[in-house]
């Protein structure tokens, strides 16, 4: 069990009312999640109308630095002007002695006022880990399930596994990744497989996006073997089993490509693909 250290918890000073231009100058939260869509689904719900109590609002000083807390998604819509935005605002302000005293803070607004999703918690983790996403499909955040077929090597928590992962969930977006070929298991093995091996497994994975690699009506090497299960698969979130079995193949398909070797075509154009586990391969280390 640990034990919380009584500095890792946020201390309330008052409530202080000020400009909510001083509000909007104030740094937002290394862990807010993705506030402009927040912004898309609240203004046709809960903020379509004025009122009062969206004058109230949360903020943290860490270090001499003052911190949004609760208040992103209505500082967003005031800011474009699809909500009406008042002069001033009312602030609860708390004083946090250490980082995590204020990414636990934020979690409790967030878990407070609204039912917080596994892409908003993703969103959370790779804003806290500094990641800028620029693909349509890794920005999106809708790629938790990979993450979690990661948790037998990295544990259950986003935010160290996106920490943990960082170099490599940047590196599977610089390439643009298609929908169409890095679903859950796929992408799965793209990120652990980047984080252990790096620019060879980069360069694998690049390939398989592009369906580059090497096909003859015999046979046919890793990237092609794993294009080809990619393609001809259903793969949907609730067929688990199918999903794990693919991300085994996937690990399988990258150490055949590595190791230059290939796989024989059958008559009917499939191709036969092994299992590889995470042990064999030295990837749970």
């Avoid at 039912?115 to 969103?123: G, K």
């Avoid at 999106?140 to 979690?148: G, I, P, R």
């Avoid at 694998?204 to 092609?224: E, H, I, M, R, W």
Wanted: charged letters at 20%.
């Amino acid at each position: 069990m640990s034990v919380i250290q009584q500095s890792d918890v946020a201390s309330f000073q008052g409530m202080q009312t000020m400009p909510l231009s001083s509000f909007q100058a104030m740094m937002d939260h290394p862990r807010q999640r993705d506030t402009k869509r927040h912004a898309e689904y609240s203004i046709k719900r809960h903020l379509a109308n004025t009122s009062d109590t969206q004058m109230r609002v949360a903020i943290a000083e860490f270090e001499g630095t003052f911190y949004k807390v609760d208040g992103h998604t209505r500082n967003l819509l005031w800011s474009e002007g699809k909500l009406s935005a008042p002069k001033l605002i009312h602030a609860d302000v708390y004083k946090c002695n250490t980082k995590k005293a204020l990414l636990d803070l934020y979690d409790c607004f967030d878990n407070k006022n609204a039912a917080e999703s596994t892409s908003d918690r993703l969103a959370g983790a790779i804003r806290q880990a500094g990641i800028v996403l620029n693909s349509n499909l890794m920005a999106k955040y809708q790629w938790t399930s990979a993450l979690n077929m990661l948790d037998q090597v990295f544990g259950k928590d986003v935010y160290v596994k996106v920490q943990i992962l960082g170099s490599a969930i940047a590196a599977i977006d610089s390439i643009n990744p298609s929908a169409r070929i890095f679903k859950a298991p796929i992408l799965a093995a793209a990120l652990i497989l980047l984080h252990k091996k790096g620019q060879s497994a980069l360069e694998f994975f690049n390939s398989l996006n592009q369906n580059a690699g090497v096909k003859t009506p015999t046979y046919c090497d890793g990237v092609q073997a794993l294009h080809y299960l990619c393609t001809s698969l259903a793969i949907t979130s609730s067929q688990s089993k199918r999903n794990l079995e693919l991300f085994y193949k996937a690990l399988s398909c990258y150490e055949t490509w590595r190791r230059n070797k290939k796989y024989r075509i059958g008559r009917g154009g499939g191709v036969m693909v092994k299992q590889a586990s995470i042990q064999v391969l030295g990837l749970d280390t």
